[in-house]
């Protein structure tokens, strides 16, 4: 085994998220400092792309506030990050989704994928 992955997987602690995949639409609830204080704050949004693998994955979302675009990084590994959660699974035949930077309205939509139950 390789010896910086062996310290890295001694170093971070383990979350468990559910399974999610780009194009997903999310809610990430993590924490922040505000000089003593600490709050949990929601980011709601698409998905666009996962990146790396081990403890530098990180993964990230973009959303629209006030008809601009946002897109936020998280580390997947990262102690900030208090909850998960997937709201929509997206139907999408790409792993990177920057087309989505230059699209507006309707069109910067994703179809959702449809899950059997069987």
Same mark, same amino acid.
């Given at each position: 085994m390789?010896?910086?992955?062996?310290?890295?997987?001694?170093m971070?602690?383990?979350?468990?998220?559910?399974?999610f995949?780009t194009?997903?639409?999310?809610?990430?609830? !993590?924490?922040i400092?505000?000089?003593?204080?600490?709050?949990?704050q929601? !980011?709601?949004?698409d998905?666009?792309?996962?990146?790396?693998e *081990?403890a530098?994955?990180?993964?990230?979302?973009?959303?629209?506030?006030? *008809?601009? *675009?946002?897109?936020?990084?998280?580390?997947?590994?990262?102690?900030a990050?208090?909850?998960?959660?997937?709201?929509k699974?997206?139907k999408?035949?790409r792993?990177?989704?920057?087309?989505?930077?230059s699209?507006?309205?309707?069109?910067?939509?994703?179809?959702?994928?449809?899950?059997s139950?069987s």
């Amino acid at each position: 085994m390789d010896a910086i992955k062996f310290v890295q997987e001694q170093m971070s602690k383990k979350q468990e998220y559910p399974a999610f995949r780009t194009g997903d639409n999310v809610v990430v609830s !993590y924490k922040i400092v505000e000089g003593a204080k600490e709050r949990i704050q929601s !980011y709601r949004g698409d998905v666009i792309k996962i990146n790396g693998e *081990g403890a530098t994955k990180t993964f990230t979302v973009r959303k629209i506030s006030n *008809g601009i *675009g946002v897109e936020r990084i998280f580390p997947y590994a990262g102690p900030a990050i208090v909850d998960l959660k997937v709201l929509k699974r997206g139907k999408v035949r790409r792993s990177k989704l920057y087309y989505l930077r230059s699209l507006v309205g309707k069109k910067a939509r994703i179809k959702e994928r449809k899950i059997s139950k069987s």
